[in-house]
């Protein structure tokens, strides 16, 4: 598969049609809006991102958007008591002492 492809400089030689209830169209327009994008752009992103990514550029869940949150904050919960107990075996060295220790004191 070739995932050097861009979707942005490639040239537009083929169609691609969707149908679609209109109130979940102009929904979905408004989202996109805001952050400056069509849906063209929007769907041609997710076409970029698939490619680069070679599969959905995103995990397909059924958990609800705070089951989701709860999970990505317990994985940065994880990480700071990892970071914490690395520091704590590793030790901790300030930022004064690190800056005579590397001799960039004024």
Known sequence: MNTNLNVAMAPKDSTFQVRMNSEIKRAVEDIYAKTGMTLTDAFNTFIQQSLNVEGLPF???????????????????????????????????????LEKELGVRD
């Open 59 to 97: 995990i397909v869940t059924t958990n609800s958007k705070e089951a989701l949150k709860e999970q990505a904050l317990a994985m940065v919960m994880l990480d700071l008591k990892r970071a914490e107990a690395r520091a704590d075996a590793e030790g901790w060295i300030d930022a004064d002492d």
